[in-house]
Every structure is written in structure tokens, then in C-alpha cells.
């Protein structure tokens, strides 16, 4: 079922609300609107790009603010 697939896929992923820089120090952006790969602890959010070479770490105040609701 093609419907099953699409929330498999999103299960470990987040879509940006606006254009956010990564933590890390790279020049990577994360673009609103695209999906990217998520983990959760209990202390935030971390968002990696596709290549997992850039991140970008949200407290869960801020995770409010740059991450869409699945």
C-alpha cells in the first residue's frame, strides 16, 4: 500500500517551516519545505542533511518554531 510507504518514509523525518543555517558550523541550510532526517533524545531535536555531513540541534522550544508538525 502506497499510502503505508509514505508514512514509513516520513516515520524519521522532519519538514522545515523556514530556511535554517546547521549548527555544526558548515555552510549547509536546511530549506523550508524539504524533509530531512530527525533523532530525538531528551534533551531536543537533531536534524541532519541527506549526506548526514551537516546537523542542526533544537531544543524542543525551538523545535516548535522551525519544524512542521507530521
Same mark, same amino acid.
Given at each position: 500500500?502506497?499510502?503505508?510507504?509514505?508514512?514509513?518514509?516520513?516515520?524519521?523525518?522532519?519538514?522545515?517551516?523556514?530556511d535554517s =543555517?546547521?549548527? $555544526?558550523?558548515?555552510?549547509?541550510? @536546511?530549506?523550508?519545505?524539504?524533509w530531512y532526517i530527525?533523532?530525538?533524545? %531528551?534533551?531536543?531535536?537533531?536534524? =541532519?542533511?541527506? $549526506?548526514?555531513?551537516?546537523?542542526? @540541534?533544537?531544543?524542543?522550544?525551538?523545535?516548535?518554531?522551525?519544524?512542521? %508538525?507530521?
Open positions: 500500500d502506497i499510502e503505508l510507504l509514505k508514512q514509513l518514509a516520513k516515520a524519521n523525518r522532519v519538514k522545515m517551516k523556514r =543555517y546547521a549548527t $555544526d558550523g558548515t555552510d549547509f541550510t @536546511f530549506k523550508e519545505g524539504l530527525v533523532e530525538q533524545d %531528551q534533551y531536543g531535536i537533531t536534524v =541532519y542533511s541527506e $549526506d548526514m555531513e551537516s546537523m542542526m @540541534f533544537l531544543n524542543y522550544d525551538e523545535a516548535d518554531r522551525f519544524l512542521c %508538525q507530521a
